[in-house]
């Protein structure tokens, strides 16, 4: 028999850093977990978990009031923000805004004091755990990559991969034909198809960070959200990278936080700003960096 790697050995065991990476238990189980810890009086808590992402009026989230202190200090007031099902939606805001604290309460990560945050119709976000979360279908990829360096591109699409199976019989078990199809498709849509067999420690800064977008990919998510996704890259992957969104928005849909201004205008169509915890001005890039509160507090400094 085969040993098991211990790569993914210790990345199995691990305390599930990832917030991508499925509940261990199934979501049936997680979610009667959930419900027997609500009271009894609660019956639609464990619905919500289970239930379809409900896009019936077009919108993939909502955030209404959300309030979230810090020792007294309020990192997010009142935000109140919309996001469209298939809309590529840019975040920007002077260091503090509030950006990383939105999607920590998007993805169960910190809970609001005060407010309500629903993925479509139905999922109340303040609710559900972030593996709840993150099985319901809204993947989060943070600044630093976090790709398996000793596994191979192909290998890491397909340890990602949505599925029931424990990691080790994921890796040792002989792929079906959808399942390879899935992630050539994948490997295409990453630009990564001539290097599916190498090791992806050696790969390019902008190729990991793409590697990680399909990692996020393989789980399926439907809102993808994403943090400084062209740090650090070359102007050609700054390039690349606004194409792979651009390709994405539609079936997906994608909240990108970003400082780099010349990427924010190759892909946004609505930018929110984001200003002291609230929002200060939503619209296209040109209408948002005309707007005289928006060059006060940010741009114009
Ligand atoms: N755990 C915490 N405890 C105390 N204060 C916090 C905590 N997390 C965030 N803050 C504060 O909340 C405010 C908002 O922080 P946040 O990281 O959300 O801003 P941001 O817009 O993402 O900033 P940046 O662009 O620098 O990443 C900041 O003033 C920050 O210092």
């Known amino acids: 028999m085969k040993r098991e790697d211990p790569e993914v050995a210790h990345w199995r065991d691990a305390p599930r850093p990832w917030p991508w990476w499925p509940p261990a238990r199934s979501p049936e189980a997680a979610a ?3 419900v027997a810890a609500q009271p009894s009086s609660d019956a639609s808590f464990g619905r919500s978990v289970d239930g379809e ?5 077009g919108v993939v989230l909502y955030l ?3 309030t979230v202190s810090f020792d007294g200090f309020r990192a997010l007031n009142n935000l ?10 840019c975040i920007i805001g002077p260091n503090g805004a509030g950006k990383t604290t939105m999607m920590d ?3 169960g990560k910190t809970r609001p004091d005060s407010g309500t945050a629903f993925f479509g119709q139905t999922i109340d976000l303040t609710r559900l755990a972030e593996n709840q979360i993150a099985h319901a279908g809204i993947g989060r990829k943070f600044q630093k990559p976090t790709i398996f360096a000793h596994h191979t591109v192909f290998e890491n699409l397909e340890l990602s991969m949505k599925a029931d199976k424990r990691v080790r019989k994921t890796l040792f078990a002989k792929l079906s034909s959808a399942e390879r ?8 849509q990453i630009r990564l198809t001539d290097s599916a067999d190498r090791q992806a420690g050696l790969l390019s800064h902008g190729q990991k960070q793409w590697l990680e977008i399909g990692m996020l990919l393989m789980q399926e998510p439907k809102l993808l959200l994403l943090d400084e996704p062209v740090a650090g890259m070359s ?16 079936t997906h849909s994608l909240v990108v936080v970003e400082h780099d201004m010349k990427f924010v205008e190759t892909i946004a169509k609505k930018v929110t700003v984001l200003h002291e915890g609230s929002v200060l001005a939503e619209g296209s890039l ?3 960096q005309n707007d005289p509160r928006v060059i006060e507090v940010y741009l114009g400094r």
Do not use: C, N, P, Y
């Not at 109140?80 to 939606?89: K, M, N, P, S, Y």
């Not at 990278?241 to 539609?250: D, P, R």
């Open 32 to 34: 009667a977990a959930a």
């Open 181 to 188: 199809d899935r992630i050539a498709m994948t490997l295409a």
């Open 53 to 57: 992402l409900d896009l019936t009026k």
């Open 235 to 250: 102007d050609d992957e700054t390039e690349r990278t606004a194409e792979l969104f651009l390709s994405l928005a539609g």
């Open 80 to 89: 109140t923000l919309t996001v469209d099902a298939g809309e590529l939606r």
């Open 64 to 66: 209404d009031g959300i």
């Open 105 to 107: 309460v998007i993805t």
């Open 286 to 288: 040109a209408d948002v």
